[in-house]
């Protein structure tokens, strides 16, 4: 190893520690606000199968393959990707792969922090007792009251993005390790509480078959909210590619992949542990976790007679319903919210991981890592000004047409549905669904074709012969091929829609 692929950082404790970290990172607003709301969208339990599916051609090499760079280039994604490449002999345009990463993170952070905030009022609600005997009605005014007003959600926002950077601020090793070790278990323990108040529930069986019975017409055909098909104007359902292109995004997202933050993580991992193991922990804990939340909530839903594809709001209209209603409601849903919290600030770090690391490493000299977080705190403080007002309805619309009147052009049309569209949904959209995948698929296009396999035999040293098999035939051909498929087809054959 030469000198520039060592460096002065921190290491983990141990390898638990990395583990701890990882599944930090990965389990998050995205299996319990996300899943949920995107399953009850793109048509349950066929979604699920895709995405399952995702997970085990896409999701698992490419962690693996992230680690693996991580590790190798012992520096920021940015840092890293130059240094590979170089010793390689290839182009040190590579780095541009760690860019486009700490972009997306900026991006995913912006909105990311603004649901963080409603969680974080969500806990003060459910102490309050506010949602006790509560209707689906009284549940959706006091959801309503919060988002109607931005100045309480930039407020929230605010402290989310207050504490992310304090906690970044002060390095990985402080506090992280130790508040992941309680925290996942006891997550764990009331989402299994949840999914026990659910199954007493009228709607559970409802729920069972909505998750677990594929139906493909659900996911190949466009439906309102309800679930109930959209014919055109023939009195044809509607062919969409989307649900797929969704499912392979969030393939990415809930395990924190394609933008570097399991690089940066591995880049502080000795070299004596497995990276299949720690891959397929970080997987399988990420992937109950996100069945046990989509378990919890669907009864609710049905029970209610909610509707399934209600969006983003999902999270806030159903759990409450159950707090307010079973044994010791208050204290659970205080706890619930609260720990979901912490899960979301865990995420949280390792999205501004990557730029923070790059900042202090690449500019050491005028920003020590405090100053680094500090500044990029405020970046993606001010970028997530725009989801707030997003979220308490702004829409494109509102955005672009007193400026086209502004400058005098007539006869626009705003009646397109793409105005109606709001920017959180664009941001989270082309972030997860776009960015994430193309930054994943540089990463094993580069591992896979460019990196030096000398340098991958040093780092595969611990893996069993038939997993480094697998995994180079995965990111070598079978990966690569599935997600320019699923972008190809999205595309040319999909309406977009
Ligand atoms: N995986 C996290 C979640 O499910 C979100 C997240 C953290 C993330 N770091 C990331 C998503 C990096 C994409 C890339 O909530």
């Given at each position: 190893m030469n000198a520039a692929t060592l460096s002065s950082r921190g290491q983990w404790s141990t390898h638990m520690a990395f583990i701890l970290a990882a599944v930090g990172s990965a389990i998050?607003?995205?299996?319990?606000?996300?899943?949920?709301?995107?399953?009850?969208?793109?048509?349950?339990?066929?979604?699920?199968?895709?995405?399952?599916v995702f997970i085990l051609i896409i999701g698992t090499p490419v962690m693996m393959t992230e680690i693996m760079l991580g590790r190798r280039g012992r520096q920021s994604?940015?840092?890293?990707?130059?240094?590979?490449?170089?010793?390689?002999?290839?182009?040190?345009?590579?780095?541009?792969?760690?860019?486009?990463?700490?972009?997306?993170?900026?991006?995913?952070?912006?909105?990311?922090?603004?649901?963080?905030?409603?969680?974080?009022?969500?806990?003060?609600?459910?102490?309050?007792?506010?949602?006790?005997?509560?209707?689906?009605?009284?549940i959706r005014a006091i959801l309503t009251r919060l988002i109607g007003e931005p100045e309480k959600l930039l407020a929230w926002h605010t402290i989310f993005m207050v504490l992310t950077t304090i906690v970044v601020a002060r390095g990985l090793r402080l506090g992280l390790e130790r508040t992941v070790r309680w925290l996942m278990p006891a997550l764990f323990v009331l989402?299994?509480?949840?999914?026990?108040?659910?199954?007493?529930?009228?709607?559970?069986?409802?729920?069972?078959?909505?998750l677990f019975r594929p139906d493909f017409d659900r996911l190949f055909y466009l439906q309102d909210s309800h679930g109930r098909f959209v014919?055109?104007?023939?009195?044809?359902?509607?062919?969409?590619?989307?649900?797929?292109?969704?499912?392979?995004?969030?393939s990415f997202f809930t395990l924190s992949l394609g933008m570097g933050a399991i690089m940066v993580y591995g880049s502080y991992l000795n070299r004596e542990v497995s990276i299949f193991?720690?891959?397929?922990?970080?997987?399988?804990?990420?992937?109950?976790?996100?069945?046990?939340?989509?378990?919890?909530?669907?009864?609710?839903?049905?029970?209610?007679?909610?509707?399934?594809?209600?969006?983003?709001?999902?999270?806030?209209?159903?759990?409450?319903?159950?707090?307010?209603?079973?044994?010791?409601?208050?204290?659970?849903?205080?706890l619930f919210f609260l720990l979901l919290l912490f899960a979301a600030w865990s995420s949280a770090i390792s999205l501004m991981e990557p730029a923070v690391a790059w900042l202090s490493?690449?500019?050491?000299?005028?920003?020590?890592r405090a100053a680094a977080a500090t500044w990029i705190g405020i970046l993606i403080w001010l970028l997530g000004i725009v989801s707030v007002f997003a979220t308490s309805g702004t829409t494109l619309r509102d955005v672009i047409?007193?400026?086209?009147?502004?400058?005098?052009?007539?006869?626009?049309?705003?009646?397109?549905?793409?105005?109606?569209?709001?920017?959180f949904n664009i941001i989270d959209f082309a972030t997860a669904n776009i960015m994430l995948?193309?930054?994943?698929?540089a990463m094993i296009v580069f591992a896979a074709w460019f990196m030096r396999s000398e340098s991958i035999q040093a780092e595969m040293a611990m893996e069993r012969t038939v997993v480094v098999r697998g995994w180079r035939l995965l990111i070598r051909y079978v990966t690569p091929v599935a997600i320019l498929f699923v972008f190809f087809y999205r595309l040319v054959v999909s309406v977009q829609a």
């Open positions: 998050g607003l995205g299996n319990i606000w996300k899943f949920p709301f995107i399953v009850g969208m793109y048509g349950g339990g066929a979604f699920i199968l895709v995405y399952l994604p940015v840092g890293t990707m130059q240094t590979l490449a170089m010793q390689a002999g290839r182009s040190a345009a590579w780095r541009y792969v760690g860019w486009f990463g700490m972009l997306a993170g900026f991006l995913i952070l912006s909105y990311y922090s603004v649901v963080g905030g409603e969680v974080m009022a969500y806990v003060f609600r459910a102490g309050s007792g506010a949602f006790e005997n509560q209707t689906a009605d009284g989402l299994l509480i949840l999914v026990g108040y659910a199954m007493s529930l009228k709607g559970f069986d409802q729920a069972v078959d909505f014919l055109d104007d023939e009195g044809q359902r509607i062919f969409t590619w989307t649900p797929v292109m969704v499912a392979m995004g969030h193991r720690m891959t397929l922990a970080v997987v399988s804990a990420d992937t109950v976790v996100a069945i046990l939340a989509g378990l919890a909530i669907f009864p609710l839903v049905f029970t209610a007679e909610l509707a399934p594809g209600e969006g983003p709001d999902l999270i806030f209209l159903t759990l409450p319903l159950a707090f307010g209603s079973m044994p010791g409601g208050a204290f659970f849903g205080t490493e690449r500019h050491a000299a005028r920003f020590d047409e007193p400026v086209v009147k502004w400058l005098g052009i007539d006869g626009m049309d705003f009646d397109s549905r793409v105005f109606s569209l709001n920017l995948p193309l930054g994943g698929l």
